[in-house]
């Protein structure tokens, strides 16, 4: 049985090799990346990123981070007065 690769780590690629030139001024922002090749495009929003990635490289396999955020989305109303 050959042996398997190791699980590749999105989040180090992420804070490795995008994070330091994407952070600065486009907080709240989304990158699309290609895990493959670490490519990346920035947007508003994660259609809009994945578009201009895809555009690039058409097969791309794309993880999505928020830019100085944890999540890329969240689910619920935080903060939001329901009972007013």
Do not use: C
């Not at 190791?6 to 180090?12: E, G, S």
């Not at 952070?23 to 709240?28: L, W, Y």
């Not at 690039?56 to 007065?81: E, K, P, Y």
Request: glycine share 6%.
């Amino acid at each position: 049985m050959a042996p398997t690769a190791p699980p590749i780590d999105f989040n180090d690629i992420y804070q490795s090799q995008v994070r330091p030139q994407v952070e600065e001024g486009n907080h709240g922002k989304i990158v699309a990346i290609n895990i493959e090749t670490g490519a990346f495009e920035v947007a508003k929003d994660s259609l809009t990123a994945s578009d201009q990635l895809l555009a690039r490289l058409t097969d791309a396999q794309i993880w999505f981070v928020r830019i100085a955020h944890r999540a890329v989305h969240r689910v619920g109303l935080i903060g939001a007065n329901l009972f007013q």
